[in-house]
């Protein structure tokens, strides 16, 4: 497999390129959507509420967890999982400048 062209773009396309590939699963969307509901829970809460094995749950939590989106504390044996807020702040401000531009264009480009 060859190597990345990722030091050819800016540290913060490299960013939104590790958010969006984390959000690009629907388990993941609906994990994110659990956790906006409920505001925390442990694995096993989730496990429950997604038709997926324990184990493919907790790799889709790491993927999240790895890119930033949410964040998890050990309580006891278990761990917390919620939204970490400074991965969606990145989000959100893309889909602004996205939207900022198309307020102004207003124009049929193609």
Same mark, same amino acid.
């Given at each position: 497999?060859?190597?990345?062209k990722t030091d ?12 969006? &590939?984390?959000?690009?699963? *629907? ?34 939590? &790491?993927?999240?967890? #790895?890119?930033g989106i949410i &964040?998890?504390?050990? @309580? ?9 807020? *400074?991965?969606? @702040? ?15 264009? &207003? #124009?049929?480009?193609?």
């Amino acid at each position: 497999m060859g190597a990345t062209k990722t030091d050819s773009f800016t540290d913060k396309q490299n960013e939104l390129a590790i958010l969006a &590939k984390a959000l690009g699963h *629907p388990a993941r969307i609906a994990i994110i959507e659990y956790l906006l509901k409920v505001d925390s829970c442990i694995c096993g809460d989730i496990v429950n509420e997604l038709p997926l094995a324990q184990p493919t749950v907790s790799q889709h939590l &790491k993927e999240l967890k #790895n890119a930033g989106i949410i &964040k998890g504390n050990f @309580e006891g044996n278990s761990i917390c999982y919620c939204i970490n807020e *400074p991965g969606f @702040e990145q989000i959100k401000g893309f889909f602004q400048d996205i939207t900022k531009h198309l307020d102004k264009k &207003k #124009n049929d480009c193609c």
